[in-house]
């Protein structure tokens, strides 16, 4: 039998069911309600009355979706939808009752008030009824056979509602080989309740004891699951991550679909960054799906930190083909296996390609013809760009002019430039480089948006040009290079954990959220704008992510240090090494020249352009191509200063804290994106 076989006899069934419910409810109705001749009266006319209103009873049982919903996932959607057909089915008996049978057929009242409400109670019964009681039975049958393959007890921390789906996740299966044998709760209120028949012992501060209280009994607690609530600030996770570091018990986390990219539900360890943060911005995943869904989508760089973040976004959201661009063989590689384990749709093919070899990018844009570029590939660090200055601007300038080129040649609907919060008032290489790519694709924003230029090939939008856009954001824990791992690594060894000045903050955000909120800025202004900005005259080029607010790295490594369950000045000591070159103490997100338009979109900003026309843009370029032959450092900055005239090198005073010695760790910085 095919699948679409058995689901056509499963429905059936239910109609089936549904059908007979009808009839058995409104006898039994009867039998209840009446007794002797009131009773005998009225028998002769249920054969002609209950097949007709079992008929009309199935179409409103289909109105109302009771046949939509399978009965292993009945819930409290379903039961409304059970009440509100029987409401329809009583009301429809009242009118038939009082306002046609009664005073022309009958002479009397055939069911009355009382049998109708009667009735009203017992339906609901008999449709509801059968269906929950199958998922309990499919539930208890789920949770025993999970119980048997369950080896590891587990603590669940966190508030009842998140605890819920845990538990749920537990007795279907969902996480194999561990059951729940308590649950903690950061509020006192919540001891002593139950949760699917598991008892809220104690709060967090009495871990510690609960553990030793299982052991006692002769269970020996394995692991610990923190739900999002367990790690939220005002639960203090640095307390319940410290007393877990102390038992021993693995600390792990319960990911949800969104972060699993809907592969089901998991559990990771625990690290410091995910109690770093302020909560994530939420993401309409709707309308990235909307952006990706069926297109060819190609990233630059898609073996870093945020490239192989957003190949594998892409591939989530349905992108019918991947090219990911990478100059590293290993991490191409990486990249690759990694989405070979995602169930996705999505073709992915793998290109290895320096984004410097103009000919070769052009030939891979060309032969794929994408109707996406996110382009990721980038020289990063501060201080190998302050030395290695000649690279920032191959990589950093003339990399991005050959993709943004061939991007717009090849006739790409939206092409996405990533960007850093250095690039404004910059005082580095990085930042000045970035900068200058940005409004080159400023300048080729415009043009392609120049009245009587044509339109590509339009494949992707009709005749819609290609946008070319510009995302900012600043440091990505966990990026390669970023000042978490860094810090976390110093503590590893004892410390010294170095903060280059004392004053110096920076915006953090997790790779996820800065993958997912570069596709919501791709999404504004390759839909959005193409709708409605031109009416508007708002064409913004430069998008800005929402970082909320800056963190001092000095506030960051105390809180990495206690995470780790020892005392800043005491166990762990902190020595400022003083600013280097290309640092400032904070970052600027919009350029006071810049004016910013409202995107009505949770988590994005974005400014008009300002920028030079392409032919200035391409001038400088060609300036910058004689000072690179030359090996012109001045002259090179001269051209950068000036298209960017507030390329400037930063003052930062020095600190007031003693300076490392020499032989001590190389510091950490806040890594850009």
């Known amino acids: 039998m095919s699948v679409f076989s058995r689901i056509d006899a499963k429905k059936a069934l239910v109609v089936a069911h ?97 049998t109708i409400a009667l009735y009203w109670v017992l339906q609901i019964f008999f449709l509801g009824g059968p269906r929950v009681a199958y998922r309990y039975l499919r539930f208890v049958r789920s949770r025993d056979q999970a119980e048997k393959l369950a080896t590891t007890p587990a603590l669940v921390l966190g508030r009842p509602a998140d605890v819920e789906i845990v538990l749920r996740a537990l007795e279907s299966g969902g996480l194999r080989r561990i059951h729940a044998v308590g649950v903690l709760s950061p509020r006192d209120s919540d001891a002593g309740q139950s949760i699917r028949g598991i008892s809220v012992r104690a709060d ?76 994530t911005i939420a993401i309409d995943r709707a309308r990235l799906k909307g952006l990706v869904e069926g297109r060819r989508v190609l990233v630059t ?67 794929f013809r994408p109707d996406l570029v996110f382009h990721a590939a980038a020289l990063k660090h501060v201080p190998y760009l302050e030395v290695d200055w000649d690279e920032a601007i191959k990589t950093n300038v003339f990399g991005s002019v050959n993709v943004l080129d061939a991007a717009l040649a090849s006739g790409a609907s939206a092409a996405v430039m990533i960007s850093t919060d250095k690039a404004i008032e910059p005082v580095s290489m990085l930042g000045a480089t970035k900068r200058f790519a940005e409004m080159y694709a400023q300048a080729l924003d415009a043009l392609a948006r120049e009245p009587g230029r044509p339109a590509g090939d339009g494949k992707a939008n009709g005749a819609a040009r290609t946008r070319l856009i510009a995302v900012r954001f600043g440091n990505v824990l966990g990026s390669n290079g970023s000042v978490v791992p860094k810090f976390k690594a110093q503590i590893a060894h004892g410390g010294p954990v170095t903060v280059t000045h004392p004053d110096m903050v920076r915006y953090f955000m997790t790779v996820r959220e800065a ?38 790295i000095m506030a960051l490594a105390e809180r990495m240090i206690r995470l780790a369950g020892f005392e800043p000045g005491v166990d762990i000591e902190i020595a400022v090494t003083g600013a280097r070159a290309g640092e400032r103490l904070n970052e600027i997100l919009f350029d006071q020249d810049e004016p910013t338009v409202d995107t009505g979109v949770a988590g994005v900003m974005a400014a008009k352009p300002l920028f030079a026309d392409i032919g200035r843009m391409r001038d400088w370029l060609a300036d910058l191509k004689v000072a690179l032959d030359a090996h012109d450092r001045d002259g090179a900055r001269r051209i950068l200063a000036d298209a960017v005239p507030d390329f400037t090198r930063a003052v930062i005073p020095p600190p007031a804290i003693a300076e490392l010695p020499p032989a001590s760790t190389q510091p950490a910085v806040a890594s850009p994106p």
Not at 40 to 60: G, K
Not at 73 to 96: E, N, R, W
Not at 208 to 215: G, H, I, L, P, Y
Not at 522 to 530: G, K, L, V, Y
């Open 18 to 114: 549904d059908f007979a419910a009808t009839v058995l409810a409104l006898l039994a109705v009867f039998v209840l309600r009446f007794e002797g001749p009131l009773l005998a009266a009225r028998l002769p006319y249920l054969p002609a009355i209950l097949p007709s209103f079992a008929l009309y009873a199935s179409v409103v049982y289909w109105y109302f979706g009771l046949y939509q919903s399978r009965w292993r996932f009945a819930s409290l959607p379903d039961l409304s939808g059970i009440v509100k057909a029987a409401s329809v089915l009583s009301l429809s008996l009242l009118v038939l009752d009082y306002g046609l049978v009664s005073p022309d057929f009958y002479g009397g009242f055939f069911f009355g008030k009382i």
């Open 204 to 279: 967090f501060r009495s871990l510690e004891k609960t553990v030793a209280d299982f052991a006692e009994r002769g269970v020996a607690v394995k692991r610990l699951i923190a739900t999002p609530s367990a790690l939220a600030a005002d639960a203090e996770p640095e307390k319940l991550f410290a007393a877990a570091r102390r038992l021993g018990v693995p600390l792990t986390r319960f990911q949800t679909l969104d972060e699993t990219l809907g592969s089901g539900a998991s559990l990771a360890p625990v690290e410091i960054d995910d109690l770093l943060l302020r909560p």
């Open 515 to 552: 993958a997912e909120l570069v596709l919501t800025a791709a999404s504004h202004a390759d839909f959005d704008m193409r709708a409605d900005g031109a009416a508007t005259g708002e064409t913004p080029s430069v998008y800005v992510l929402k970082m909320g607010q800056p963190v001092k």
């Open 301 to 367: 760089g898609g073996g870093g930190s945020i490239g192989s973040e957003m190949s594998l976004r892409v591939a989530a959201f349905g992108a019918s083909e991947l090219m990911i661009v990478e100059n590293s063989e290993p991490a191409l590689h990486a990249v690759v296996e990694a989405l070979a384990l995602q169930s996705s749709v999505t073709r992915v093919t793998g290109a290895i390609a320096d984004i410097r070899d103009r000919g070769r990018i052009e030939r891979l844009f060309r032969e």
